[in-house]
């Protein structure tokens, strides 16, 4: 019986020691494991300092790239140049990539790191800063946007009941009076309440809103509010025109127009997500309560208001250019000529030129000037209405040193990534950010 309990004990003594063993064996390998975690992760981090220094050694060289010529010798230029095909790229293709490069060409487990540079106004998303719309930016701004809310669906006709400052009543406005001149007032630096570009004909039609606007507007909204909750939502919202350049393009969405019709930014009928709504049958086009393609993505906030033709520009972009969008004055017929001339604008870079010398490699070549862009587009294009002189103002041929970029790099070791997003720009020789983001 003694002997049976000693051997009972024993086996407990066993078990516990054995399952003591697995816990120090189970929390060693995870602590193994978190090492390797934290060590990658810190690796992978560190990747993020090359890629930058990466970065900034092709953007303060690329301006000094040369065109691609027949009798290049590609070793000799490398050996002058590692990354001249990158800087090539940024100059004449608006954008280039980096790699990916081994951090330790001798070790494959030292991790990559890639850049992917390109210019901020470059493409469909974020292609134009709105910050140079307003009357001290562009002296044709106005015609500018009525071409940008043209395109997006409004006719300059059409008149809407918009909300006045006393938070009750509405007042019949043409549409894009309203629009233009509230948000010129919101970016200006006075106080003068401006008036839309179609007001001339009446001279006391004020379609702008200042300070004093918002503030009989906030009063009167804290005034009807039922609750405490209520009301400190109303002070939390309270905005003011800015007076300077808006730092996010979710900002217009305070202003007034674009902030009673929030369809003009997003898309969808003129009266979605209004108090009027349900007055408009959705279910059939109006004239009244028209489609909206949204334009809030065509902006950003930094860079420039002109346009980059590469074959990332789209025909919304080009419709925005005084002398390629059409103004004769018959609506309709303006627009399927600018239509016609935007896309053949387009379509000619993916033709290869015949009078100069060209890289048989690429699917399509840049406009050098203004001269190269009007030879190459009447050579292509079959209509019957020219490219206006004032367009070429309005188009940027290639990244200068004045131009904002975007550059995201990313770096990955042991199935580990991290990437990184930012805006920068050239000054005095050095590269300084606006923007840095980390994922």
Known sequence: MRRGSVLIMVLWIIAVLAV???SFAFEAHQQAGINVYIRERNRVNRLIEPGRILGEVVMLGFNEAKEWTEDEKVEELLEDDRWYREKRALKFDTRCTIGPILLD????ESGTVKV???LANSGAENGININELYSGGDQNYALRWQMILRTAGIDEELEVEAPESDGRGTKRHNLMNLLIASWNDWRD????VSRGPLSENDPEDDDG???????????NIEKEARSKEERNAVAEDRRRPRNGSIPDIKELGYVRGFRDFPSILTGGRLYDGTALAEKFDKD???EDNPQLTGIASIFGTSGSSKVVINPQTTIDQLMTIPGIFQNSGNVDDDREDSLELAQAILDTLKVKPEDYDVDETRDWWPYKDWADLCTRVEDNYSGNVELGEEAQQYIEWQPSETSVFKMKIIGESMGMKREVSCKCYIKDKKVRYLEWRED
């Open 105 to 108: 060409e001798e070790d494959p």
């Open 284 to 286: 059939k086009d109006s």
């Open 20 to 22: 003591m063993v697995m």
């Open 116 to 118: 992917e540079i390109e």
């Open 189 to 192: 630096d006075d106080d003068n």
């Open 209 to 219: 809103a200042e300070s004093k606007w918002y503030e009989e507007w906030d009063e």
